[in-house]
């Protein structure tokens, strides 16, 4: 009988429906949760056993023993009823999680999905309420502790400030429509934790933050979509919504540490934390520093934009490539062949994109502040 149920199990695994799990779309799930109906990745299985088995009860497919009951549950749902009958009102700018998103992004959706059950009520959840106040922790810019801050988002005048004194001026104002939010749970040690990043003055700034409870942290990061993408509605009425959705807070494109040399030809490497943020490219000290040591425009390959293999002196160990902009040249050398692969193909991959209204405007910032340096640098020579 075992034999006979396990046999119909594989057969619904073969299903299109079932080639990849019900909640992060990972390929090819191996786990269930037989009161939902659902096949899911291993990872997901996990998220469903936090929930307690009054909401779902999970199995494995190939080492549980399933009765006929529960294979019959598994046939009645399936993954695609299943998501006719939790997903019924996904906001648009809500993230839902692909296999490589960070564990509290699936674990929230987990949990909103069929703890909750946010997405079968039309009721509408906080963060899309326009306006959103709480406390986060926030790493100070001078030391390294977190300290309980308040934050405020106010769609109406698109920005998002922070307060260190509740009754004082707030002590930095972000414009929401700008900002990038992305999840970096391994840089801060924390599960909840993001990183802001934005322009100011010229330069980009990077906060980090994290919340107690997954939740939280969760739907200020939908909050900041929302409102981005509700600023991006008006800004460009013809655009499509579901394409404007997509990018409303990109992941990083490449990080990690390489060896960047000094501008002087005599100048010695020294180790860099880089972060590819769209088109720019930060280097750090530090991969939590508030303030990059340097950031470089990516442009257009037409521009003058190009990147390359660098065969390094003979004292320097590692694999080099050389990313050349109008203004200057760049020689970075990474620790494997393959780190230096990729850091080219990400970089060319850029460089081969024409820019958007977007990427003009983030250039014209960031040159503009180069340029204000260089004057003034050479008038202190002078
Ligand atoms: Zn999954």
Same mark, same amino acid.
Not at 10 to 33: F, I, M, N, T
Not at 249 to 271: C, H, I, M, N, Q
């Given at each position: ?16 429906? /079932? ?24 990872? #997901? ?7 307690? +088995? ?8 190939? $080492? ?6 529960? =294979?019959? &549950? &598994? ?9 006719? %009958? ?6 648009? #700018? ?7 998103? =960070? ?9 909103? @999905? ?26 100070? %810019? ?43 749970? &391994? ?30 942290? =969760?739907?200020?990061?939908? *909050?900041?979509? +929302?409102?981005?993408?509700?600023? &991006?509605?008006? *800004? ?9 959705? %997509? /990018? ?5 494109? @490449? ?9 002087? +030809? ?62 200057? +040249? ?15 193909? =990400?970089?060319? %991959?850029? $460089? ?18 180069? /340029? ?11």
């Amino acid at each position: 009988m075992a034999e006979i149920n396990r046999r119909t199990l594989v057969q619904l695994l073969k299903l299109p429906e /079932h080639l990849y799990c019900a909640d992060c779309g990972a390929e090819g799930p191996k786990w269930a949760s037989y009161n939902i109906g659902i096949f899911i990745c291993t990872e #997901c299985a996990a998220c469903h056993r936090n929930l307690g +088995s009054h909401i779902s009860k999970v199995k494995s497919v190939f $080492m549980d023993n399933w009765d006929l009951a529960q =294979v019959q &549950m &598994m046939k009645d749902m399936g993954n695609d009823k299943a998501k006719e %009958k939790y997903q019924v009102h996904v906001p648009l #700018c809500y993230k839902r999680p692909c296999p490589t998103d =960070v564990q509290v992004l699936k674990e929230q959706w987990i949990q909103a @999905k069929y703890l909750r059950q946010e997405f079968i009520l039309p009721e509408k959840p906080i963060y899309l309420k326009g306006f959103m106040e709480g406390y986060l922790w926030k790493r100070g %810019k001078e030391n390294e502790k977190f300290h309980l801050r308040k934050f405020v988002l106010n769609e109406s005048d698109d920005s998002l400030r922070y307060y260190v004194k509740e009754n004082k001026e707030p002590k930095l104002v972000m414009k929401v429509s700008e900002l990038n939010a992305v999840f970096c749970p &391994m840089k801060v040690d924390h599960a909840n934790a993001m990183q802001i990043t934005f322009v100011k003055d010229g330069t980009t700034r990077n906060i980090f933050v994290y919340a107690d409870d997954g939740k939280d942290i =969760v739907n200020w990061y939908m *909050a900041i979509r +929302s409102a981005k993408l509700n600023q &991006m509605q008006i *800004a460009f009425p013809e655009s499509d919504p579901n394409e404007v959705a %997509k /990018h409303l807070t990109p992941e990083f494109l @490449k990080e990690g540490w390489l060896r960047k040399k000094g501008p002087r +030809s005599g100048d010695t490497y020294r180790l860099r934390w880089l972060t590819l943020d769209n088109r720019r490219l930060m280097y750090l000290t530090n991969p939590l520093d508030p303030y990059p040591k340097g950031e470089i425009f990516i442009g257009y390959k037409e521009n003058g934009f190009s990147v390359d293999k660098y065969i390094l002196d003979v004292k320097q160990v590692g694999f080099g490539f050389i990313l050349e902009t109008p203004e200057r +040249s760049f020689i970075f050398s990474s620790d494997s062949e393959e780190e230096q692969k990729e850091w080219i193909e =990400v970089l060319q %991959k850029i $460089m081969n994109q024409p820019l958007t209204v977007q990427d003009k405007n983030t250039a014209a910032i960031i040159v503009q502040k180069r /340029h204000t340096f260089s004057s003034q640098f050479h008038a202190l020579k002078v």
